[in-house]
């Protein structure tokens, strides 16, 4: 009768009486031979039985964001920046030609970063534009507003009644379907300081699917905190938005609004959600009066700065990567 291999490593007391033998220090060496030979083989079965069961989690077992463990310590590593693997984003603005909003877009064209960090963009303009190599601002016509800027009427807005003018853009967009084929559609305005990677990764951070007809509501505590300098929408949400502008034309008194109440007003009258993103951008326009705010690094936006030297500063700020002040734009390679 074969023994099993914790039969063959019992205690001599703990055999029963049908089982052969247990040899004893006094036996001959043969039989202290036998008994090595026999723990051996048990523990050589051991061994093997215990590498098939694991062989289908050969390999180690990582977690995403972890370094493989190491010496009983687990050491964290930074997660990879969310590029274009991430939500695909169309961003645009529109910019006076004669200004300083030319300067910035300039420097940023030059520089490939804000909006032409973005998976596409389209830049809109009162006049004729190239902002550097093939890309050519779009003109729209006259950006002066009929309305005569913050006073107008007793719905005042914190913002210029710019609404007429983004009339002409949302029709440029919708007759051509540039945005059709990304996730999500980025207005900003030019001095925005504006971080792409970080508005892929909010999206992603929060669970907010592509498919979602949502808008991003930015400024707390507010009636209406759809504000302009980033204005973040999904492509389903945009194209309803934009085909039906014409119906909230008509139906909501809009002549004394900014076009960011106008498009809030419009959204919420069309039943797109809102999707509250207090923790997105950094505006002294909310609950402030235009005063530059703190660039530290975590926010997707940052805004009002006015100058080329301004926004290179708090991009630098927000992305840990200073340039040096009053350095051209296009000279600081090291900020990508």
Same mark, same amino acid.
């Given at each position: 009768?074969? =023994?099993?291999?914790?039969?063959? $490593? ?11 033998? *247990? +040899? ?9 031979? %036998? ?8 523990? %050589?079965?051991?061994?093997?039985? #215990?590498? !098939? ?7 180690? *077992? ?14 964290? #590593? ?32 030059? =520089? ?10 389209? *830049?809109?303009?009162?006049?004729? *534009? ?10 729209? /016509? ?6 005569? /800027? ?10 210029? #009644? !710019?609404?007429? !003018? ?23 305005? +030019? ?22 007809? $949502? ?16 204005? %973040? ?6 194209? %309803? ?29 069309? /039943? ?12 002294? !326009? ?43 734009? =296009? ?6």
């Amino acid at each position: 009768m074969e =023994q099993s291999c914790k039969e063959c $490593l019992m205690r001599p007391d703990a055999a029963d009486e049908s089982a052969p033998p *247990v +040899p004893t220090l006094n036996n001959s060496r043969r039989a202290r031979f %036998v008994w090595l030979t026999v723990a051996a083989a048990c523990l %050589v079965a051991a061994a093997l039985l #215990v590498a !098939n069961i694991a062989r289908p989690l050969a390999g180690p *077992v990582r977690f995403f964001g972890d370094a493989p463990r190491s010496g009983g310590m687990q050491r964290k #590593v930074q997660l990879p920046a969310i590029f274009s693997s991430g939500p695909t984003l169309f961003c645009w603005c529109i910019m006076r030609a004669d200004s300083y909003e030319h300067d910035i877009l300039e420097a940023q064209r030059g =520089q490939m970063v804000g909006i032409f960090e973005c998976d596409g963009q389209m *830049v809109f303009s009162d006049s004729f *534009v190239t902002l550097g190599g093939d890309f050519d601002a779009e003109s729209i /016509g006259s950006l002066s507003s009929p309305f005569g /800027g913050q006073n107008a009427g007793d719905n005042k807005t914190k913002s210029w #009644v !710019n609404t007429d !003018n983004f009339f002409r853009a949302w029709e440029r967009l919708r007759s051509s379907n540039s945005f059709e084929g990304y996730d999500f559609v980025v207005k900003v305005d +030019p001095d925005t300081v504006f971080i792409p990677q970080a508005l892929r990764h909010y999206i992603a951070q929060h669970g907010i699917p592509a498919d979602a007809s $949502l808008y991003f509501d930015n400024c707390p505590g507010v009636w209406n905190g759809f504000y302009g300098s980033i204005e %973040v929408i999904s492509k389903d949400a945009f194209g %309803v938005f934009v085909q039906n502008i014409d119906q909230c034309k008509q139906t909501l008194q809009w002549q004394s609004w900014g076009e960011d109440l106008f498009a809030q007003k419009c959204m919420n009258s069309l /039943g797109i959600m809102k999707q509250e993103a207090y923790d997105l951008a950094k505006d002294g !326009n909310c609950h402030g009066h235009g005063m530059a705010p703190a660039c530290s690094p975590g926010m997707a936006a940052y805004h009002p700065f006015k100058s080329v030297v301004e926004w290179q500063d708090c991009r630098g700020r927000a992305t840990n990567t200073f340039a040096t002040a009053g350095t051209n734009m =296009q000279a600081t390679a090291g900020w990508q």
